[in-house]
Nanobody
Framework: QVQLAESGGGLVQTGDSLRLSCAAS????????MAWFRQAIGKEREFVSG????????YYLDSVKGRFTISRDNAKNTVYLQMNSLKPEDTAVYYC?????????????????WGHGIQVTVAS
């Protein structure tokens, strides 16, 4: 059972930056593809970004391309989401998700492991 714990959220102003971290309990973290999803109030949860096991392949939601960067440190069992030029529409609860083996997929149903989520609020 993989346990995921997000950190780094908070309240920021438009244009500010935040870095989210997700620490995994799993010793075989390097065999998991990882992803970040988010859910705003009144909206469905959506895929934001994903990264493969080695970190060599990444994928982004169109609206965050060029602003967000996903990365991972397999030695620290941690995946990151660097968020720059934040906008009010980025306000949401952000979730970290893990999928054993396989590549990056945007469908939340294929990720069996989830963190509890962390709030990111961008004030206008």
């Amino acid at each position: 059972q993989v346990q995921l714990a997000e950190s780094g959220g908070g309240l920021v102003q438009t244009g500010d930056s935040l870095r989210l971290s997700c620490a995994a309990s799993e010793r075989t973290f390097s065999t998991y593809s990882m992803a970040w999803f988010r859910q705003a109030i009144g909206k469905e949860r959506e895929f934001v970004s994903g990264i493969n096991q080695s970190g060599g392949d990444t994928y982004y939601l169109d609206s965050v391309k060029g602003r967000f960067t996903i990365s991972r440190d397999n030695a620290k069992n941690t995946v990151y989401l660097q968020m720059n030029s934040l906008k009010p529409e980025d306000t949401a609860v952000y979730y970290c998700a893990a999928r054993p083996m396989g590549g990056i997929l945007v469908n939340e149903g294929v990720y069996p492991y989830w963190g509890h989520g962390i709030q990111v609020t961008v004030a206008s």
